[in-house]
């Protein structure tokens, strides 16, 4: 069975950084790109970043350039995403998935003074 | 990013037959299809269909996905009650190198 555990979620302050994890299991997770999405509260989904099954290719939504950053750990079956700078509209649950196929159960971000 | 378009809901009878539709370009779904997700509020998205409109294990037969042009369509035959839900088409958008969503249609079963 597919399962991907996101992890790392919380409440924080503009301005703050915070590091999802999202551990994989039930699929050869080193063939697999794997992306970021989140979703803001009663809204649609939003893809944030995706990286190639060997990080040799990271790509990022416009609205996170340069302030967040995924990388993975294949001996780990582990993705990341290292987010700075966060701002009220990051809150969202962020979802560690394979957009068109496999889909974790996500962990809330929420962006507060 | 631009995203995939789809209507914002449908209705349709207990047993009747729902038709969802989610309408891109030639460098998203008219190249490589549209995935379907189906999202119940407070639970994650739940993959329906691959962009070869085949179905995943365990999904009913009373869901068939198809795509015409730049145009991917889901059915849903003999609707149920917990056929109500959010439905997301998926789409990598060779253009934009980006995956993009529709914004969500809303499936209500009267």
């Known amino acids: 069975e597919v399962q991907l555990l996101a992890s790392g979620g919380g409440l924080l302050q503009p301005g703050g950084s915070l590091r999802l994890s999202c551990a994989a299991s039930?699929?050869?997770?080193?063939?697999?790109?794997m992306s970021w999405v989140r979703q803001a509260p009663g809204k649609g989904l939003e893809w944030v970043s995706s990286v190639s099954h060997n990080s040799g290719d990271i790509l990022y939504a416009d609205s996170v350039k340069g302030r967040f950053t995924i990388s993975r750990d294949n001996s780990k079956n582990t993705v990341y995403l290292q987010m700075n700078g966060l701002r009220a509209e990051d809150t969202a649950v962020y979802y560690c998935?394979?957009?068109?196929?496999?889909w974790g159960q996500g962990t809330l971000v929420t962006v507060s003074s | 990013q631009a995203g995939l378009t789809q209507p914002p809901s449908v209705s349709k009878g207990l047993r009747q037959t729902a038709t969802l539709t989610c309408t891109g370009n030639i460098n998203n779904v008219g190249d490589q299809g549209a995935a379907w997700l189906q999202q119940h509020q407070g639970h994650p998205p739940k993959l329906l269909s691959y962009r070869n409109n085949n179905r995943p294990s365990g999904i009913s037969e009373r869901l068939s996905a198809s795509r015409s042009g730049n145009t991917a369509s889901l059915t849903i035959t003999g609707l149920q009650p917990e056929d109500e839900a959010d439905y997301y088409c998926s789409a990598w958008d060779s253009s934009l190198s980006a995956w993009v969503f529709g914004g969500g249609t809303k499936l209500t079963v009267l």
């Open positions: 998935a394979d957009p068109a196929d496999y």
């Open positions: 039930g699929f050869t997770f080193s063939s697999r790109s």
